[in-house]
T-cell receptor, first 116, second 112 residues
């Protein structure tokens, strides 16, 4: 139990579907992240939210739409995805203290997404 | 941009052996983290390092933050079958967006 909870753990969706991934952190952190993990690739940072404001968007296609309604919740809205978007999507959180301070992030268990 | 090189890519060892893996960076980091990921799960934090030269242990695991701030290693002593998994290093440089750079991972297999 890492204090970061993701739902659903597994999701199968068609290319025309609209679905959402949900993440909740119980650690009192002020930053939340979405990462994508594909087979045989390093973890790819998708989005960073700090104090509910998006501070990083790593050229992610618009078919992925993040939402951070408060510091404890993060969503990833999915629509018209492609089969190559199938991957493990990891949510994470951390307590950002400043530009030169250490940043330790804690991951959720991930949501396995399969696009058919 | 910043890059991390993690080696080795994979290891296949006998139970009881010691293991060593390392990461090197093209630039200076302020934080080094080591994670382990089991199949189908998210990465779990093993050790966090915040100061150059810092040496930290967590049970049979030991990690060090290199003096140059451009490298780190992780050692596992007396490996056991449950050590199997993928080990990732990650580093955080300057900047306040919290962006971590991850290594490619080291896949460890332990033969009983």
């Amino acid at each position: 139990e890492t204090g970061v909870t993701q739902t659903p753990r597994h999701l199968v969706m068609g290319m025309t579907n609209k679905k959402s991934l949900k993440c909740e952190q119980h650690l009192g952190h002020n930053a939340m992240y979405w990462y994508k993990q594909s087979a045989k690739k390093p973890l790819e940072l998708m989005f960073v939210y700090s104090l509910e404001e998006r501070v990083e968007n790593n050229s992610v296609p618009s078919r992925f739409s993040p939402e951070c309604p408060n510091s404890s919740h993060l969503f990833l809205h999915l629509h018209t995805l492609q089969p190559e978007d199938s991957a493990l999507y990891l949510c994470a959180s951390s307590h950002l203290q400043g530009p030169n301070s250490g940043n330790t992030i804690y991951f959720g268990e991930g949501s396995w997404l399969t696009v058919v | 941009g910043q890059q991390l090189n993690q080696s080795p890519q994979s290891m296949f060892i006998q139970e009881g052996e010691d293991v060593s893996m390392n990461c090197t960076s093209s630039s200076i980091f302020n934080t080094w983290l080591w994670y382990k990921q089991d199949p189908g799960e998210g990465p779990v934090l093993l050790i966090a390092l915040y100061k150059a030269g810092e040496l930290t242990s967590n049970g049979r695991l030991t990690a060090q933050f290199g003096i140059t701030r451009k490298d780190s290693f992780l050692n596992i002593s007396a490996s056991i079958p449950s050590d199997v998994g993928i080990y990732f290093c990650a580093g955080h440089g300057s900047g306040n967006t919290g962006k971590l750079i991850f290594g490619q991972g080291t896949t460890l297999q332990v033969k009983p």
